[in-house]
Structure formats: C-alpha cells, structure tokens
C-alpha cells in the first residue's frame, strides 16, 4: 500500500521512499565529492612530479640535461592529469554548492552531461597512464633490436620522480574509474520507477 508517498512493508512499518532517495542521494554526494577532491589533489601532484623533474648529466665534457619533454608520452600524462585537475575542481564546486543547496540532481542532461565527462576523464587519463608506462619501461629496460639505451641507469634520480609521478597518475585512472560508476549511479537511478517527484534542475 501507499499512502502520500508513505510505504507500508508488510511488517507494517511506514517506509519514507523520498527520504530514503534522500539520504542515498547524500551519501553518493559525499562519496563523489571527496573522489574528486581526491582526484584534484593527486593530478596537481603527478602534474608537478613529471613536470618539473629534471636532471643533469656529464657526458664525454658535454652536459645533457633530462627533461619530462624529451619524451611525448610525459607530455600528454602532464597535459592529462592538468586538464583531470581542472576538470574535478569545477566539478567538486558544484557538489559543494548542491550540498549547501540540499538539492538534489533530476535533470537528466545535466546527469548525461556529467555522466559523459567524467568517462570522458576516466578514458583520457587511463591512456595518459598506459602510454607513460610504456615509454617507461623502455627507458628502464631499454630495447636491444633498436639500439635503445637503458636511460635510467644514466639518469637515475630523474626515472624515480618520473616513476612516483606515473604512480600518481594511476591512483587518478582508478578513482575517476570508481567516480565513473558513482556518476552512471546517477544518471541511470533517474530512470528507475521510483524516482521522486523533481524539485530542483541540479
């Protein structure tokens, strides 16, 4: 039975669907929020890790300096995990002022919108990761048929902060890829038959 939108189980205890839609709505809220905080944090870190490691090396009385854009992959794990930076600070704002607010997201192009960033980010700086770590690996364990050079057993110092970033930046691919299930929680519960009565477009 339902009374006023008042459930009644069978062992006759009343059962408050808005509030328990509620109370889901603000815990996912709380869990998405504090992922994106999460993801803001480590991407300016694997950002500042990869960008700004450098290293000098002598060589026959001539200096060769290491740089994160002597190899693209790092370039686009740095542009990468700016551009997840950005994107979740913009993001946590707007949770921030929802939760404030105490409202409550209806809106189905809004909740595709954010559903479709955030794959989006999640797929951006998966391959960031993988395109690093490979790169990586070949300058570990360099490749003998193509005459490469182990790079990190010159530039030792420079491949650990280049590792701690890319270490970083995978702590970033998992969290967007669990945001991602939270943000597809909220777009596809909006179809489900019980969904309240909207009263706010956020």
Not at 88 to 110: D, E, H, W
Not at 118 to 136: C, E, F, I, P, R
Not at 169 to 193: D, E, Q, T
């Amino acid at each position: 039975m339902n009374y006023l939108g008042v459930g009644v189980s069978p062992g006759n205890v009343p059962v408050y669907h808005g509030t328990n839609l509620k109370v889901i709505d603000r815990r996912v809220r709380v869990a998405e929020l504090v992922l994106r905080c999460v993801i803001c944090g480590l991407s300016v870190l694997a950002a500042v890790l990869v960008g700004t490691d450098t290293q000098v090396k002598e060589i026959f009385s001539i200096q060769k300096k290491a740089r994160f854009t002597d190899m693209k992959a790092l370039v686009f794990l740095v542009v990468a995990n700016g551009v997840a930076a950005a994107y979740s600070l913009v993001q946590g704002v707007r949770c921030v002022v929802c939760m404030v607010r105490g409202s409550m997201l209806f809106s189905k192009p809004l909740a595709w919108a954010i559903f479709s960033g955030d794959q989006a980010m999640t797929y951006l700086n998966v391959a960031a990761v993988g395109a690093a770590a490979q790169s990586s690996v070949f300058a570990k364990l360099g490749q003998t048929e193509l005459q490469w050079m182990k790079i990190c057993g010159m530039y030792g110092k420079f491949c650990n902060q280049i590792g701690e970033g890319i270490a970083m930046a995978l702590l970033v691919s998992v969290s967007m890829v669990v945001l991602s299930c939270i943000s597809a929680f909220s777009l596809f519960r909006l179809y489900g038959g019980n969904k309240a009565k909207p009263n706010s477009g956020w």
